[in-house]
């Protein structure tokens, strides 16, 4: 079974400062990795997605997120946050043996401007 | 459509009572899936379709949950004699093709509220 893992639940961040979010998944095998985000009163949307190739990867709104096979992390960057960027973000994965997303916990970023 | 919709959005159900969720995914998208989301969780998977064949119910909390989805594109997820601990968001996601192989979209979501 694959099972995921976001080690922070709560963020608060001012505008400007870093960001790094942690993930952390446990499957054995070939996996396909995502970041979805759900603005507040919005539904969840694709931030960026790995599947295969340069394991830096990068998303919209100056996202990005590094695949490191041999940590089975999949952590969320952005060098600068904004107000805008206020949500919740929500690592997941899915194993290319298997059919559905495994999603973690997530993690309720809040940015103060 | 251009994108995954759901109805009701809002849903209050007495203890009991049986519920009816409708998603309508994006027109020709062949993966649906549902999810539900408790309050403070992530999304936990519940069924897969490709098609009209449902592939994987693993994620049915319990013999009064039932999803359908006839004719491949509409889908029904159903509760009988709902419970308190029904309670919770249900998402539906619909993919181009197989699941697995590209990004699912979600709509916004049914919230199940059980007195």
């Known amino acids: 079974a694959q099972s995921v893992s976001q080690h922070n639940h709560h963020v608060i961040l001012s505008e400007a400062a870093s960001l790094e979010l942690g993930c952390n998944y446990s499957?054995?095998?070939?996996?396909?990795l995502f970041w979805y985000v759900q603005y507040p009163g919005q539904h969840l949307q694709l931030l960026l997605k790995y599947f295969s190739g340069d394991p830096l990867v990068k998303g919209i709104k100056g996202f990005e997120a590094e695949f490191i096979k041999s940590k089975f992390s999949f952590n969320l960057r952005k060098p600068s946050v904004q107000w805008s960027d206020t949500a919740e973000y929500f690592c997941a994965v899915n194993g290319l043996a298997g059919n559905m997303l495994t999603f973690g916990g997530g993690t309720r970023l809040m940015v103060k401007p | 459509g251009a994108g995954v919709s759901q109805s009701p959005r809002y849903k209050v159900a007495k203890r009991g009572q049986d519920v009816a969720l409708r998603c309508d995914p994006i027109?020709?998208?062949?993966?649906l899936f549902w999810y539900q989301q408790a309050l403070g969780q992530g999304p936990e998977f519940l069924t897969y379709?490709?098609?009209?064949?449902?592939?994987?119910k693993s994620g049915l909390p319990s013999d009064r949950f039932f999803a359908e989805r006839p004719e491949g594109s509409v889908s029904t997820l159903k509760i009988q004699r709902t419970q308190q601990e029904d309670s919770a968001v249900y998402l539906c996601?619909?993919?181009?093709?197989?699941?697995?192989?590209?990004?699912?979209?979600f709509g916004a979501g049914s919230r199940l509220t059980v007195l």
């Open positions: 996601a619909s993919s181009r093709s197989r699941a697995g192989a590209n990004v699912l979209t």
């Open positions: 379709f490709q098609n009209e064949a449902q592939l994987d």
């Open positions: 027109s020709g998208h062949v993966s």
């Open positions: 499957y054995g095998g070939t996996v396909n």
